[in-house]
Every structure is written in C-alpha cells, then in structure tokens.
C-alpha cells in the first residue's frame, strides 16, 4: 500500500539512498532538509512527481507541523550525527537530536506511523560478556549516545513506532560521509595507504547503508507485526574489532599498513558484539556484506579525494 511518507533530513547520507528506494516502491515522499552541506543529492529524482522537497528547519514548528500533517508515515533522519560532531556543538546538537524528535512527537496523531534510527552505541561496553541483545542494559557515554537514548524511550511511547539501533553505518552514498569507521579507514587506505590504530582490540558491528534503506522497507511493509519494537540492524557476521576491519581491508588493498599506538579513545567507548536475531526473525536479511563494502569504496574513493564528505 503506498503511503505519504515525510523524510526529515532526506538529503543526508542514509536519506539520498533511502528517498529514491522510497519513491520506486510507490510512495509518495516528502524531504524536509536544511541542506546544512549544500549537497544536491537528490536532484536525480526531482523529475518524480511523486517527490517534493523542502528547505526549512526541523526546530521549527511553523514548518513541521503542515508537512507532518498530510504524512502518514515519518522517517526523521535529521539529527547532528556522531559523537566528534555533537562535542562540537552540544546547543545544536540538543536542538536537532532531542529537541525537535519532542516537537515532533507533540504534533503527530497515534494512527501515524513512525520510523527512526537510533544507534547501537547507547550499549557502551554491552554485558560482562560484551554482547547485546535489544534487552541489554544501555550505557551510553558520550553526549550524542545519551540524547539518542533519551529520545528512544520517549518515541517508543508511539503506539505506531519503530526503532532501530543502527550499527555503525558504511558503504557509498551521493551525500557522502568519509568519518565512518569502515569509510574512514577505507579512505586512508586508498589515499594515504596506512592508518594508526588505537583501541584496535574494540569490537563493534557494521551494516551498509543500502541495507539501513532496506530495513526501512521491510519495517514499512511489516509495520503492522513490528511495530512498538526496537531492533538492532547490522551484519551478524561483521561483530569484528578495528584490528580485523584492516585485515578484512588489506586483503583488498595488500599495500595498506597499519600500526597500532596507545594514544587516541573512542569517545562512545564502543566494544561490544551485537546480535541481530531480533529483526532476522521477522525475514530481514542484508545483502551487503563488509568485504562488499569494501570493494564499493575503493571504487568511489578512485573517484572521490575530498575532506568536504564528512561530518567533522
């Protein structure tokens, strides 16, 4: 069934592959975006008719609240993601992250659907074992993970919402982010061909961005049987520690080195393996895999030498 969907920050990194997924299943879809890093992602479906975009502010209930009510289904994309970035600018980030989603949630009615990504950061270090499952106590560190927690609690409120706790996000996209994990590494193996590793023993889980837009889908047309759950999305088979990932990313590029240093701390402090048999066991599967990844960004970075793609 096609529904009027509104993406808030659709033209970020997971919305320029989502919106377009969006309008080829027959949706009918809405971007509201401030276009904070004047991309122009979208303008390769701005021919749909069934696509319109708005440039405006999610903090801002004048706009919000005529788009949010010809929507019966709302992905807010729009949020300062990332740890480095919400340090930067803690007023902006509290604004965008925490803010807005309570203006948000304020002005929908209970039959709208809702679907939002979180992160899987909100673990911190997962159980004594390092493991999470969507039951896992959540111990989040840094200023962007325990916004993002708070938020959760508050959507999951919704009667019609869906959560996911996204692990950390890779793979090409035309509003790129170059600071990912996997992208970032990528890149440095690409162009400076090595890379200083700290805390290279920390495990964390991945998931591609095409695969993110997938889960999206899936939720939509399982809405009915998912919603009022939180589920983790990533690659069962990619829980593997920065140390691996520059393995997994030498067997692509045999010229890459890296070194590891005591000096340097990941400010989510994230080690953990996650599961993700929640959201399997409703039929998802991913089809990308971390080696897929890999291969894709050394493709874009041949094309792509340019530090404007991330987000700090």
């Not at 992602?41 to 801002?60: K, Q, T």
């Not at 938020?151 to 019609?160: D, L």
């Not at 998931?207 to 939720?219: C, E, G, K, T, Y």
Request: charged residues 20%; glycine residues 6%; proline residues 5%.
């Amino acid at each position: 069934m096609p529904h009027h969907i509104l993406v808030t920050g659709g033209a970020g990194y997971i919305g320029s592959i989502l919106v377009p997924e969006l309008l080829a299943a027959g949706h009918t879809v809405t971007v509201l975006d401030n276009f904070l890093y004047k991309q122009n992602s979208l303008a390769h479906v701005c021919a749909n008719p069934h696509f319109s975009v708005v440039r405006g502010d999610i903090r801002s209930e004048e706009t919000m609240r005529p788009l949010l009510a010809k929507a019966d289904l709302i992905i807010p994309l729009a949020a300062l993601v990332g740890a480095p970035l919400c340090a930067r600018d803690p007023i902006g980030a509290t604004s965008t992250n925490r803010d807005a989603v309570f203006l948000l949630l304020k002005l929908v009615s209970k039959q709208q659907m809702l679907l939002m990504p979180t992160t899987n950061s909100a673990y911190g270090k997962g159980d004594e074992n390092n493991y999470c499952t969507e039951a896992s106590p959540l111990n989040p560190i840094s200023h962007y993970a325990i916004e993002k927690v708070e938020v959760e609690k508050a959507f999951m409120q919704h009667p019609g919402a869906i959560s996911f706790r996204l692990a950390t996000v890779f793979g090409m996209s035309p509003r790129m982010r170059t600071d990912l994990l996997v992208n970032d590494f990528v890149y440095r193996a690409v162009h400076d061909r090595f890379v200083v590793l700290f805390e290279g023993h920390f495990k964390r889980n991945y998931i591609h961005v095409r695969d993110v837009s997938a889960a999206f889908l899936h939720a939509i047309a399982q809405h009915s049987s998912m919603r009022g759950q939180v589920y983790n999305v990533g690659l069962s088979d990619a829980n593997v520690s920065k140390r691996e990932l520059c393995e997994r990313i030498q067997k692509h590029l045999p010229s890459f080195v890296f070194l590891e240093a005591p000096l340097g701390a990941d400010p989510d402090q994230r080690d953990y393996i996650v599961s993700n048999a929640k959201i399997e066991a409703t039929g998802f599967r991913p089809r990308f895999s971390l080696d897929l990844g890999i291969e894709e960004l050394v493709k874009g970075y041949t094309m792509l030498k340019n530090t404007l793609y991330g987000n700090v």
